[in-house]
């Protein structure tokens, strides 16, 4: 006879102001099981796995969630207490408990790691003084022996020197390391359950691979079972025995990971995982009589740091960022910068837009930034730039009409309003959104679209003015899967279309392989490795290349 399930879901209903998100949902994970949940944004992944800890103000919940991992310190407490909420025959409801019992479980039987470790931590306290204060109130620790745990736990998830790091703030760690601090507050009590909301999204593919290796390890070492929120499906394969697919509130489809992903039964699961980026990009070769769009020879930006001791009173010091950067790009193809957070790939794209200082031959179009407004003005509409994030690239309080036709108020004053309307219409439908999609398209405002739309409506802003280049930061990182597909259809229909050269920044392989000619890869301000997509990605030569593509795929 099988052992009973850890945890068992059903018919779980969350509504919001009577409109439902979760709509009847029935799942279970047994101990020591890694279940991944998938689903674009929307789809109530997150809410699931938060209501499971009544962590959804708001919320109208109903249904069952069977858990039969409670600690005995807990039971007892309560049996002291004379609460009701934990019967003795053990088969307790998550959802029936009340507040305070609630308390009790959240972080000693059910931890959870937040998708962005810079909002869950406190920035006025110390990371070993976060973790300590779990100890303290959860296990009865002394200040000193809560302390000498924090330390312990920091240690253990592979944070450096980790009694110096106890004593530093989340603004001070790097994302890496503020992400391995709250998995070492999740398990300080070493629960049997974690649930793990977008773990590694906000990280770098390397840091993802440690961080995933670290969970697996930690979840063997400790017996835990982990509920794993992502839309990553090369996160899900690489990590979780089993997958639940959700679609508008409901899980679609449930079932071991490799039949799931061999054998994919439900429509929108199958959707997800035709969502890999395709290649469609006309494969344009250099020539030797071809004037590169931008040419890059020797290319150093720094920035100044202060001098600790004596000599810092007289001079600053300085941190090389970008160190002896030489690549080309011609018209009609895409570079694709790769590396790590801090590798000095988004500040090389600064210094192509002229945003930071730098020093070395550095020419557009055959011209240079200077001093010379007018030739800076030629550049600047020549290269054009998109965000990874467009919820804070648009303005909020400009329409969409006023964004999107910006670019032709700077460049050509000339025109009036009604002579820039069609254009920006044009502009709007070029990147697929129309008024007849979106009635009052013009008139609406950055937060009435999806990210999506948003991120399309940027695009739209960044052609306005017919540019050459589109430096391409983290495009699609922030989207979900199936919309970065779309996102990067319309990108490689726009090149073909107008010849336009991309340096895209990116992390993700995926994305590399269906966008780029060329590869840049960098690490610590160095470029490493530069060739062709197939050179670069097929036939690494540096070992920090061999390693990133592995982790990256």
Wanted: aromatic share 6%; hydrophobic share 40%.
């Amino acid at each position: 006879m099988s052992a009973p399930n850890l945890l068992d879901v059903q018919g779980l209903r969350v509504s919001f102001a009577g409109k439902e998100v979760v709509r009847g949902i029935d799942f279970s994970i047994a101990a020591g099981e890694k279940l991944a949940l998938v689903g674009e944004s929307g789809s109530g992944k997150t809410v699931t796995a938060l209501s499971l800890l009544g962590l959804v103000q708001g919320a109208n919940t109903s249904g069952r969630a069977v858990f039969r991992g409670f600690q005995d310190s807990f039971k007892s407490a309560n049996r002291v207490s004379g609460s009701n909420s934990v019967q003795a025959d053990a088969q307790p409801d998550l959802l029936a408990l009340s507040e305070r019992d609630l308390r009790a479980v959240r972080g000693r039987d059910i931890a959870m790691i937040f998708q962005e470790p810079m909002t869950a931590l406190n920035p006025l306290f110390s990371v070993g003084n976060q973790i300590a204060e779990v100890l303290q109130l959860k296990e009865g620790l002394s200040q000193a022996a809560a302390h000498q745990a924090a330390v312990a736990l920091l240690a253990d998830t592979g944070v450096p020197e980790p009694e110096r790091r106890s004593h530093s703030f989340p603004h001070q760690l790097s994302g890496g390391q503020r992400q391995r601090a709250m998995i070492a507050m999740a398990l300080a009590c070493q629960p049997r359950l974690l649930l793990a909301d977008e773990p590694t999204t906000a990280l770098d593919v390397s840091l993802r691979g440690q961080i995933l290796d670290l969970l697996s390890a930690l979840q063997k070492k400790n017996g835990m079972a982990v509920l794993l929120i992502t839309h990553d499906l090369n996160l899900v394969r690489r990590f979780a025995d089993r997958i639940g697919v959700m679609e508008n509130g409901l899980i679609v489809e449930q079932g071991l990971v490799a039949d799931v992903f061999a054998n994919p039964q439900h429509p929108y699961t199958r959707k997800l995982m035709d969502s890999r980026p395709v290649r469609n990009v006309t494969e344009a070769f250099s020539s030797a009589s071809s004037v590169p769009v931008i040419q890059s020879q020797n290319l150093r930006v720094s920035y100044p740091v202060p001098i600790a001791g004596f000599r810092g009173w007289f001079k600053k010091g300085e941190f090389v960022a970008v160190q002896s950067a030489s690549f080309s790009l011609e018209k009609g193809r895409t570079l694709g910068i790769i590396g790590e957070s801090g590798s000095g790939k988004s500040t090389l794209a600064l210094a192509v837009l002229d945003l930071h200082p730098s020093q070395g031959d550095l020419q557009l179009a055959g011209k240079t930034w200077g001093r010379d407004a007018a030739n800076n003005k030629v550049i600047r509409r020549a290269v054009q730039v998109v965000f990874q994030d467009p919820f804070s690239s648009l303005s909020p309080r400009m329409t969409i009409e006023e964004i999107v036709g910006e670019g032709l108020r700077v460049h050509q004053p000339e025109l009036s309003v009604e002579q820039r309307y069609p254009r920006v219409v044009n502009a709007l439908a070029d990147v697929g959104m129309t008024e007849e999609q979106f009635p009052r398209l013009l008139q609406r405002y950055p937060h009435e679209f999806s990210g999506g739309q948003r991120q399309r409506v940027a695009i739209a802003r960044a052609l306005m003015v017919e540019p050459d280049v589109l430096v391409l930061d983290e495009p699609t990182s922030a989207l979900d899967v199936t919309v970065q597909k779309q996102v990067l259809e319309l990108l490689q229909r726009l090149q073909r279309e107008r010849g336009l050269s991309y340096l895209l920044i990116t992390h993700d392989v995926d994305v590399i392989r269906a966008m780029a000619h060329d590869v840049l890869v960098m690490q610590a301000g160095e470029v490493l490795e530069y060739g062709s997509v197939d050179q670069v990605l097929l036939s690494p030569q540096h070992p920090y290349t061999r390693l990133l593509v592995t982790q990256m795929s």
